[in-house]
């Protein structure tokens, strides 16, 4: 089976494929810190969170991180782009301080090794989630709006299910709640 015929690199003359998501520009501004201990990547995250209008600070470690917390300027936090495996200060311990500061803020690992992510806890915490090395800018992109907002596109609202009639026209749905409710004694 032939692999897929897809370019790795942009020339200039060649035609630029539109992103498929619908994706304008932020209304509201939202403040991101970005901290890899690999340079290229570094330059790579700073490049494409940019384009969704957040007000980017940016440093090669954890250390680096925790001291631009403490600098009077600081403005703070509202989403923490960081790379886990750091010399050091590792991406968990720059959460936690991040979040000692700015309890609100939210938390997105990139990471090639997701299993190290998960060492002693069985879960990531609210408003924490991870992207896995490698990983293209849209997929990037949609990562961070779906932890900032809950949707990747303006005007796209996360479904409430229960508000949903859909959910109940299957009556093979209804009548396992029903029965699940009856054996908790609920119905």
């Not at 089976?1 to 998501?21: D, K, Q, S, W, Y």
């Not at 201990?37 to 954890?62: A, C, F, M, W």
């Not at 782009?81 to 938390?107: C, F, I």
């Given at each position: 089976?032939?692999?897929?015929?897809?370019?790795?690199?942009?020339?200039?003359?060649?035609?630029?494929?539109?992103?498929?998501?619908?994706?304008?520009?932020?209304?509201?501004?939202?403040?991101?810190?970005?901290?890899?201990?690999?340079?290229?990547?570094?330059?790579?995250?700073?490049?494409?969170?940019?384009?969704?209008?957040?007000?980017?600070?940016?440093?090669?470690?954890?250390?680096?991180?925790?001291?631009?917390?403490?600098?009077?300027?600081?403005?703070?936090?509202?989403?923490?782009?960081?790379?886990?495996?750091?010399?050091?200060?590792?991406?968990?311990?720059?959460?936690?301080?991040?979040?000692?500061?700015?309890?609100?803020?939210?938390?997105?690992?990139?990471?090639?090794?997701?299993?190290?992510?998960?060492?002693?806890?069985?879960?990531?915490?609210?408003?924490?989630?991870?992207?896995?090395?490698?990983?293209?800018?849209?997929?990037?992109?949609?990562?961070?709006?779906?932890?900032?907002?809950?949707?990747?596109?303006?005007?796209?609202?996360?479904?409430?299910?229960?508000?949903?009639?859909?959910?109940?026209?299957?009556?093979?749905?209804?009548?396992?709640v029903v029965r699940l409710l009856k054996r908790l004694r609920f119905a």
């Amino acid at each position: 089976m032939p692999f897929p015929n897809i370019p790795l690199i942009h020339r200039p003359g060649e035609v630029v494929v539109p992103a498929t998501l619908p994706r304008p520009p932020l209304p509201v501004r939202k403040r991101v810190l970005v901290v890899d201990d690999e340079h290229p990547l570094l330059k790579l995250l700073v490049r494409v969170l940019s384009v969704d209008n957040y007000e980017i600070q940016s440093t090669d470690s954890g250390v680096g991180a925790a001291k631009l917390l403490d600098v009077p300027s600081f403005r703070g936090v509202d989403l923490l782009v960081t790379d886990l495996m750091m010399p050091r200060m590792n991406g968990r311990e720059l959460a936690d301080a991040v979040r000692q500061r700015y309890p609100s803020a939210r938390v997105l690992y990139v990471t090639g090794f997701a299993d190290a992510l998960f060492k002693g806890v069985n879960e990531l915490g609210e408003g924490e989630s991870f992207i896995e090395k490698p990983f293209g800018a849209e997929g990037m992109l949609e990562a961070t709006r779906l932890l900032m907002f809950g949707h990747s596109c303006d005007g796209q609202e996360p479904a409430d299910k229960r508000d949903s009639t859909e959910e109940w026209t299957d009556d093979r749905l209804r009548t396992k709640v029903v029965r699940l409710l009856k054996r908790l004694r609920f119905a």
